[in-house]
């Protein structure tokens, strides 16, 4: 037979050089002797012979090579030519498909790609990436990548023997290649080869692939997402209908892979009796290997329920190639790691917290990705995630790359994956990490390594849009949720609506009072008399901002010490530093945030490779402080004056933050509804004061409902006796006040009972 197509085109499928191999692979009509004959044409590079399989007849018409050994073709007289099946013989083996070049429609809609293109495609996850579906009533996956400056993409996996060559794609006129391969399913491990103009070769992971191998392979892994049957509905809608700012948020921000671990030989079943997939064993701690999602779920909630949080916070479980990084250099944003298991185990992980009343918030990463090979850097040959110009486009001080956020497909990439773990996920909150690092174009940056914005300014002024629309978008479908924002900057109204100019977060770290609250504890409290602004300082600026105050990981690494080790004096004075501190930061106005091992008082510093040093919970001290941190949770939550007005003015006042020579600040937090208030009376110093006098807005009786130095918490039962009356003795610019026993390094905490002052007026 002769060919029915130019042998250039021929050559460009064979060298793998072809923008739309459905131009010349798969069944074509053509006319033939007066009468419209279908020809099929198939690349098998590792086929001896090859022949096509008609359903309906089950005919078989052997294919011929020609002009290649490996470009097979045959005519078939029929009218029709639908699912027809390639049956392909190379040596002794044989096998039958169907022909992905005979799947011609696309997955893709004209309105897929237009809103794609001005990065306004919310939900582009469930496009591109890697999905099963049915074609012509055949199933199989379809995959799609944005590589709009590659000369080729091709599928790879272990159904083609990871050989480019077979399942070359189709180029769409906005840059995304797309290919449907019949008879895949979930599991398929896959990558994409790209090539660049030049032909170099680069093997990508799909980066909306929604899972991967467990580190160090590479490879994505087709999943299905929907296959999770939730139970947390009622969750769900209770937080749709929530105000979180005039809620208690108490946060326990935990690294999955460090929290605890377990043998490596312990198997990690799951509810039906299968040994979970992967455990995984950690190579710096032998002996050992990570907690699976399930069973983070069966240790991890429990505890943060006993010890009385609202919400874990976790470090970054994106995919992330190298341990050590914490997370923080993600290669795969849609994937959640396969560390601890699969998807649909985080999602029972999630689930179960909701539960359990609790709340999960994810650190999430778009201010830089990592320079790995299989990830978005140079993507398709060229910077197309990141900036060329390394003055914007690489973060030295970390050797990472900065996304470029004024290309519409890459801020379409990173809004729609901010979503996309609401959505899929169920998490009610990000921590949107390093936020300074996007906003300034200067950040770390020596004069001459960085170039100004169009207005001769340092803003990041694409950056900065970039978070209005994540953050605007955030609150239109999943309100109730939490975005918080590490801004170590004055960068203005980062916690204020985006219709009045502000980036939209609706919390943010509040990094000055913690460096302030931790300059001032580590200092000897001799000294602390003269660093009373250190206390006062954050209440005046503290509503310019819907500020949470975080003790965080960041605190705790690189010789900074463990938050036990920050504080002076022998043992018994480090402990009740520590719960001064807390009881300070718990009735300061504010959200909280605290790591773990912080609860407990952890000497050493946070080691990722290790467990938390859980043994020291036998001791008394520790034992107590941790006892003491689930009490102070348990008081948050249940007074109202203490978070329900954290961001307004009448939430705060004053009693005396001027008694610098004692070292001792009084204050009220007021709730608005009941009209409650609560008096809080710290002392920085140890030196215990007998009478000190401190006054209150009502006259009555004031119930001590917390004393740092209770003996339960591990302090020297110094205190009150359960409270104090008042006396009509003006002080403090009220008419009345009360006569207090101020521990040592103490925080009190007293309340008005009501009921009690009338009972005792009738």
């Not at 023997?161 to 895949?184: A, C, K, N, Y």
């Not at 990508?204 to 947390?232: C, H, M």
């Not at 710096?284 to 990570?290: E, H, I, S």
């Not at 689930?351 to 990705?369: A, E, K, S, T, Y």
Request: glycine share 8%; hydrophobic share 35%; proline share 5%.
């Amino acid at each position: 037979m002769s060919m029915t197509i130019a042998p250039d085109q021929v050559e460009r499928i064979v060298g793998n050089q072809h923008h739309d191999p459905f131009e010349v692979l798969g069944s074509h009509p053509i006319e033939q002797d007066g009468k419209t004959v279908w020809v099929v044409r198939a690349y098998q590079p590792t086929a001896d012979a090859v022949s096509v399989i008609v359903p309906e007849s089950r005919a078989e018409y052997p294919m011929k090579s020609l002009h290649h050994p490996h470009f097979f073709e045959c005519t078939i007289d029929t009218p029709e030519l639908a699912n027809y099946q390639l049956r392909i013989q190379n040596g002794e083996h044989d096998r039958v498909i169907h022909d992905p070049y005979a799947f011609r429609s696309a997955f893709l809609t004209d309105l897929d790609l237009h809103l794609f293109g001005e990065g306004n495609h919310h939900r582009i996850y469930e496009k591109l990436g890697a999905h099963f579906t049915t074609q012509n009533g055949i199933s199989g996956v379809y995959f799609a990548i944005w590589a709009p400056n590659a000369r080729n993409v091709s599928v790879l996996g272990d159904f083609n023997h990871w050989d480019g060559r077979q399942h070359q794609m189709r180029r769409g006129s906005t840059g995304v290649w797309e290919l449907f391969i019949p008879e895949l399913g979930f599991g398929t491990h896959y990558k994409y080869e790209i090539k660049n103009q030049a032909g170099h070769i680069y093997e990508k992971s799909d980066p909306y692939g929604f899972q991967q191998e467990p580190r160090p392979k590479t490879a994505s892994i087709v999943t299905d997402l929907n296959d999770y049957t939730w139970n947390d509905q009622e969750w769900l809608e209770k937080r749709r209908h929530t105000e979180p700012l005039t809620n208690p948020i108490s946060v326990y921000e935990v690294h999955l892979g460090s929290w605890l671990h377990a043998s490596s030989a312990e198997p990690a079943h799951l509810p039906n009796g299968e040994i979970s997939s992967p455990v995984i064993v950690s190579e710096l701690k032998p002996g050992a290997r990570f907690l699976t999602y399930r069973e983070l779920a069966d240790k991890l909630i429990p505890y943060v329920k006993e010890l009385g949080f609202t919400h874990i916070e976790l470090l970054p479980i994106a995919e992330h190639p190298f341990d050590g990084s914490w997370g923080y250099q993600v290669v795969g944003h849609y994937a959640c790691t396969s560390r601890y298991g699969t998807p649909q185990e985080f999602m029972y992980f999630v689930d179960q917290c909701h539960l359990n009343g609790i709340g999960v918030i994810v650190d999430w990463v778009p201010g830089h990705f990592p320079k790995d090979g299989h990830g978005l850097a140079f993507f398709d040959g060229t910077h197309l995630y990141e900036h060329a110009d390394p003055r914007k486009g690489e973060h030295k001080e970390w050797g990472t790359l900065v996304f470029n956020y004024g290309r519409n497909e890459v801020r379409n990439y990173l809004v729609a994956n901010a979503l996309f773990w609401f959505d899929k996920y169920h998490i009610d909150g990000i921590r949107v990490d390093a936020v300074a690092s996007m906003l300034y174009l200067d950040y770390c940056r020596k004069d001459g390594e960085w170039v100004t914005n169009q207005y001769g300014g340092r803003e990041n002024i694409e950056a900065a849009e970039f978070l209005r629309q994540m953050n605007h978008l955030l609150f239109s479908y999943f309100p109730g949720s939490l975005s918080i924002a590490e801004e170590s900057t004055s960068w203005p109204m980062v916690s204020w609506p985006t219709y009045v100019g502000g980036l939209g977060f609706n919390l943010k770290w509040n990094m000055g009072w913690m460096h302030d609250m931790l300059d001032y504890f580590h200092m000897d409290p001799w000294f602390r008399q003269f660093h009373q602004n250190n206390l006062t300082f954050s209440i005046w600026y503290h509503h310019s901002e819907n500020f949470m105050l975080a003790l965080s990981h960041d605190e705790v690494v690189h010789g900074k010490s463990n938050m036990i080790g920050k504080m002076p004096g022998d043992e018994w004075q480090k402990f009740a530093n520590l719960r001064c501190l807390y009881g300070y930061m718990f009735a300061h106005p504010g959200k909280k945030t605290l790591f773990m091992s912080m609860e407990f008082g952890q000497w050493n510093e946070w080691n990722v490779w290790s467990d938390l040093d859980w043994h020291l919970l036998q001791y008394e001290p520790h034992e107590k402080l941790k006892h003491f941190l689930t009490a102070l949770n348990s008081l948050y939550q249940s007074e109202p004056s203490l978070y329900a007005q954290d961001f307004s003015e009448e939430g705060f006042d004053w009693i005396d933050c001027s008694d610098n020579r004692h070292s001792v600040v009084s204050f009220i937090r007021r709730d608005k509804d009941s009209g409650d208030f609560i008096v809080t009376v710290c002392n920085f110093t140890p030196q215990p004061h007998s009478h000190y006098r401190v006054g209150v807005p009502e006259p009555g009786f004031y119930t001590e409902l917390l004393n740092s130095d209770a003996r339960e918490f591990g302090g020297g039962n110094m205190g009150n006796l359960g409270g104090k009356w008042t006396n009509e003795w003006a002080y403090h610019n009220y008419s009345y006040s009360i006569d207090l026993c101020l521990p040592p390094l103490s925080t009190l905490i007293f309340k008005l009972d009501r009921q009690k002052t009338q009972a005792t007026k009738r």
